[in-house]
């Protein structure tokens, strides 16, 4: 498995923005995704991007407002939040080593994980 430690969570106003990191380290670094969890409810898909960076893939809800982005040679994968929302308020998760690469994409689709960090969004 991939090692995967996210960075650049923390608190920001409503329509801020924020940039998180996912630092990979160890085997092959595969195409990646973000997800998120809110208390209380289920981690759910926010965007996913190839190895090779030529294809992105969005949830509805972030479309528009969240660019996901790789730099292979740092091994780094980043999720650029604009616009930000109370409802964008969740723990995020960086996720790696697919098992599979069609949507929709679940939490069992991806086999490495990253620890998480808090975006907090007030209004």
């Known amino acids: 498995q991939v090692q995967l430690v996210e960075s650049g969570g923390g608190l920001v106003q409503a329509g801020g923005s924020l940039r998180l990191s996912c630092a990979a380290s160890?085997?092959?670094?595969?195409?990646s995704a973000w997800f998120r969890q809110a208390p209380g409810k289920e981690r759910e898909f926010v965007a996913a991007i190839t190895w090779s960076g030529d294809m992105t893939y969005y949830a509805d809800s972030v479309k528009g407002r969240f660019t996901i982005s790789r730099d292979n040679a740092k091994r780094t994968v980043y999720l650029q939040m604009n616009s930000l929302k109370p409802e964008d308020t969740a723990v995020y998760y960086c996720?790696?080593?697919?098992?599979?690469?069609?949507?929709?994409?679940?939490?069992?689709?991806?086999?490495?994980w990253g620890q998480g960090t808090q975006v907090t969004v007030s209004s």
């Open positions: 996720a790696a080593d697919p098992r599979k690469w069609n949507s929709p994409w679940y939490e069992g689709d991806f086999r490495s």
């Open positions: 160890g085997r092959t670094f595969t195409s």
